[in-house]
């Protein structure tokens, strides 16, 4: 079942509480996204791990495509 644009976000925004969360819908079907992360937590981290960590806060999700941008302020 897909999720709603508005529960993905409020999912990464819980994993991430002090980082900057911006979710787009690709194709307007709640099932193919684009998720940019801006976060301290990701310091230090390589790309993968980085990607690891928003899989592992959506693990429970069920979504089609899930397009990750990281970053660190």
């Known amino acids: 079942m897909p999720i709603l644009q508005s529960d993905l976000e409020n999912r990464l ?29 990701f310091s230090g981290l390589s790309r993968i791990q980085q990607h690891q960590k928003v899989y592992a806060a959506l693990k429970e999700c069920d979504i089609h495509a899930l397009a990750i941008k990281t970053n660190i302020p």
Do not use: M, R
């Open 13 to 41: 925004k819980a994993a991430f509480p002090k980082g900057q969360v911006v979710v787009k819908d690709l194709a307007g079907d709640n099932d193919h996204y684009q998720a940019e992360i801006t976060c301290e937590t």
